[in-house]
């Protein structure tokens, strides 16, 4: 069902060590391993951010994920509170539990418990980009994009916010995946009107 009045501007797909946005190649190292994969992102789409080295994968990877799609799509045209992030994996923060849990039996480490929450990725995305707005984030087996779609759409419809980063950021060891878009009220850059048939078709 399409919602009048909302509109994907912007998508970014991340999996199998390439990246997409809206729908084009824009990145790709095939060969390299998630660390240095992501650290290719940041160096080709960002820079000059050192928390981003402090990052846990999953954080790296939504992070990045966002970075793209912002590309040329300039948010400081909401006050912060306008634009929501709702975000959803599968894996939780299990990457990161993991090697936290491996520290413990020594001295465990800060660094890794700062990140053994999977909503984090959303604080390092709020704070790179001033975000205030409403955000959540859900654990789900799959990425459901009508639900996801559809719950950013609500929060523009509503009026509480009028902008939304969503999607799906999902990290477990060497696996990975991102589909984030940006929905707005006002269209602007690929303009698709929105539905969760047309979030599905960019997911795939």
């Known amino acids: 069902m399409i919602k009048t009045g909302i509109y994907i501007n912007a ?3 991340i999996r199998h060590h390439s990246a997409e946005k809206n729908g084009q190649p824009v990145y790709e190292a095939r060969h390299a391993d998630l660390p240095d994969f992501l650290r290719g992102l940041y160096d080709r789409f960002s820079g000059q951010y050192p928390k981003f080295h402090k990052m846990d994968l999953l954080s790296k990877l939504g992070w990045a994920a966002t970075e793209i799609l912002l590309q ?3 948010m400081d045209i909401y006050a912060p509170e306008d634009t929501g992030v709702i975000l959803a994996n599968a ?9 936290y849990f491996e520290t413990v039996h020594d001295i ?3 660094a890794l418990f700062v990140y ?3 909503n984090i990725v959303i604080g390092e995305i709020s704070i790179r980009h001033k975000f205030k707005g409403e955000n959540a984030f859900f654990v ?3 990425f459901d994009t009508a639900f996801i779609t559809g719950y950013a759409a609500q929060l523009l ?4 916010v009028k902008a939304v980063v969503c999607g799906w950021v999902e990290q477990y060891h060497a696996g990975h995946e991102a589909a984030f878009y940006l929905l707005e009220t006002t269209p602007r850059g690929m303009a698709l009107p929105f539905s969760a048939e047309t979030a599905e078709k960019l997911y795939r």
């Open 116 to 118: 053994t929450l999977p």
């Open 11 to 13: 998508s970014c797909i």
């Open 91 to 99: 894996s939780s923060s299990l990457d990161t539990d993991e090697k």
């Open 108 to 110: 465990a480490s800060p």
């Open 157 to 160: 419809e509503s009026g509480a």
């Open 140 to 142: 789900q087996e799959r």
């Open 72 to 74: 040329d799509m300039p």
